[in-house]
């Protein structure tokens, strides 16, 4: 004989309690946090290091390193001057909210306005997993193509920030047919609501604006 | 790849509703949104190969993936969202707000109830 019994429960429910319990005490503590995520070799680091150098003055920023091995890109952060603590996931492909709690401690918060997360390098598994982050920032770079916001659209539905990196291939020599015009077109099709900032963390261009939108994301958490 | 933890929180919640039962669970239905990003047959291979040796051995898991929802801001209604063309599906507009994800939820486990094969090796 054969039984059906209706169950209703969560799967990850553990790794949502995390975030919940991060999402506080990020409200709490008055920071702002940033998941960044992409495919490997998109430049987050290059991008993270660049704007901690360029808003010294004016933005104190954190840094939490997802990645399979090393501690690479940690050390590279810290040359800023900026903390930075890495995680090692021996093989997973994102981050879980719990290894953000106890990163979150290890980081000295009073000392910080903004953390930026560098999720691992994957454009799919980690969107499945909520960190308690005030928000996600997707990097799209040239190199990648202009198609993957159609290819891909989950995580560029629910971003707040699109960086378009590498802007500099697309010069004169550089042979590239990435359209920006199309990745925007395609990516305001399903997200009415996010930035979109093409970029080169290589060059400063367009950083600008990226900043602006940093700054007012950061007093907006103090209002 | 993410579907081994997924997995492992699955056979973990499935046991212990078995363990209540005292039934060998055969079959589970499960949900997910898009964001879950999960590939059925990865988690399935995932969830055989950990459930060997344990009272889930064997059993087969369903999966239903939800799709992304809007809800159009000129005739409110709601709507499965078409990544290729999203708009609404009864005025076509095309204003519309993304609504929450679909959560991974084990829906429903059916289990054998004839004959307790439960720790009768």
């Known amino acids: 004989m054969r039984t059906k019994k209706s169950i209703g429960k969560k799967i990850l429910s553990a790794n949502e309690e995390y975030a919940l319990k991060n999402k506080q005490f990020l409200a709490e503590h008055k920071k702002l946090c940033l998941n960044m995520i992409s495919s490997p070799g998109s430049g987050k680091t290059t991008i993270l290091h660049r704007t901690i150098s360029d808003l010294k003055d004016k933005i104190r920023i954190g840094v939490i390193e997802g990645d399979i091995q090393t501690d690479l890109d940690a050390e590279k952060i810290r040359k800023t001057g900026a903390p930075a603590i890495q995680i090692n996931t021996n093989g997973a492909c994102h981050l879980s909210a719990a290894q953000i709690s106890t990163a979150l401690k290890q980081l000295p918060l009073d000392d910080l306005d903004l953390i930026f997360i560098e999720n691992v390098g994957n454009l799919v598994c980690p969107s499945a997993f909520q960190l308690g982050e005030t928000g996600k920032i997707v990097v799209l770079s040239v190199p990648e193509g202009d198609d993957k916001p159609i290819k891909y659209p989950a995580i560029f539905a629910r971003a707040k920030v699109l960086l378009i990196n590498k802007i500099d291939m697309l010069q004169s020599g550089g042979q590239s047919d990435f359209d920006i015009e199309r990745a925007k077109h395609d990516v305001h099709k399903l997200n009415k609501t996010i930035e979109i900032f093409p970029i080169s963390a290589k060059t400063g261009d367009g950083m600008i604006d990226w900043y602006d939108w940093l700054a007012k994301s950061v007093r907006s958490i103090f209002s | ?121």
């Open chain 2, 1 to 121: 790849m993410h579907e081994t933890m997924i997995a492992q929180s699955l056979l973990a919640a499935i046991s212990e509703e078995a363990a209540k039962q005292n039934a060998k669970p055969i079959n589970a239905k499960i949900s997910c949104g898009v964001l879950n990003a999960i590939n059925d047959e990865i988690l399935c291979f995932a969830f055989e190969a950990i459930a060997k040796d344990t009272p889930c051995e064997g059993m087969k898991l369903q999966i239903e993936h939800k799709a992304m929802q809007g809800q159009c801001k000129k005739c409110n209604q709601s709507f499965d969202i078409e990544f290729s063309h999203p708009r609404c599906l009864k005025c076509g507009s095309e204003d519309f707000e993304l609504l929450p994800d679909a959560p991974l939820l084990l829906e429903e486990i059916e289990f054998s109830t004839g004959h307790l094969t439960v720790g009768t090796d």
